[in-house]
């Protein structure tokens, strides 16, 4: 009889090896590791990881067989998600000794775009789908998928709206202003009208004007013409100045005190109709900056809102982001 080193070089000997280790059947000694973290080689950690998926595409194969029972089924359903576990913990072995990062987390899609269910967790492969009680599971989650897309669907419309979807720009051309004041306006006299009525004065009489609060931004468009920017004193006392010349004079006439008092109001809405409404709010934000020392005219300015495209190039930024991350590592973020 051979020994067995003359047995261990013949042709039908290697065969079963080759055979075996294709399988994932090997001996003893060249058996795989219960702890992936027990395997320090990087080659080692490859060649086991590409052995678990020959046995899952081996079992993926076999759970396709119609002459199989539900048990047999189940049985191999089981065995396929405890390779899929094992794989993993290969994989995050390979990555921690500097490997190639095999963790793809993407989602499967169906033809719609959407999910497809059981792609997370414990999945079903085959005809682990049709087994009674997953199927209906599979079918819940399909409706309860539709009911979603519906919502989605109608609060669709309210959504990605931008500023003039909330009110934020009605002011900005100013016409809704001036709607405004043509209506004070109408009103003012129509309340006027019925007031003589009721107290029985003379209805010949004209109806004065509204009055309206002076503008401050009189002054502060003078200023802003000139090269140098006032001191908050300088504005201060610019202001107190103001006040002093519209308060009413002992023994001057009407129209004295009416050209006095409405030649500031006619200069500041003729400078004010030449600017524009970020040079005005930028003119209001100095003007308040003046009295409060601590702050600066750019803290005082209306927040800025993002447009459209500048959300969605910002989302896109972070959807790139996500993916160098998901498929190459933190490293390399």
Known sequence: ?????????????????????????????????????????????????????????????????????????RDLNDEINKLMREKRHWENQIVALGGANYRRNVAMVDDDGKEVPGTKGYKYFGRAKELP?????????????????????????????????????????GKLLDFEMHAEDEEWQDAYSHLRTVLGLPVDEPIPPIPRPAKTTATITITDASSTEPSPLDTKRKASDGDVDMAPADGADDHAKRQRTDAPTQTGAGANAELSPQEAAMTAARATAAFISFLSPENLLPPKMPTREEMEQFLLDLRKKALVEEYFGDTLS
């Open 1 to 73: 009889m051979a020994r067995n080193e003359e047995k261990a070089q013949s042709m039908l000997y290697r065969f079963r090896e080759a055979q075996a280790a294709e399988l994932g059947l090997g001996t003893r000694a060249d058996r795989r590791p219960k702890m992936a973290s027990a395997c320090k080689s990087l080659r080692e950690c490859e060649r086991w990881r590409g052995e678990i998926l020959r046995e899952i595409s081996r079992k993926v194969s076999k759970i396709q067989d119609a002459g199989l029972t539900d048990y047999e089924v």
């Open 133 to 173: 009680g997953v199927k209906e599971l599979f079918q819940s989650k399909k409706k309860e998928e539709e009911e979603e897309s519906q919502a989605q669907n109608f609060y669709k419309k309210f959504q990605n709206q931008g500023p003039a979807y909330f009110g934020d720009l009605d002011e900005v051309d």
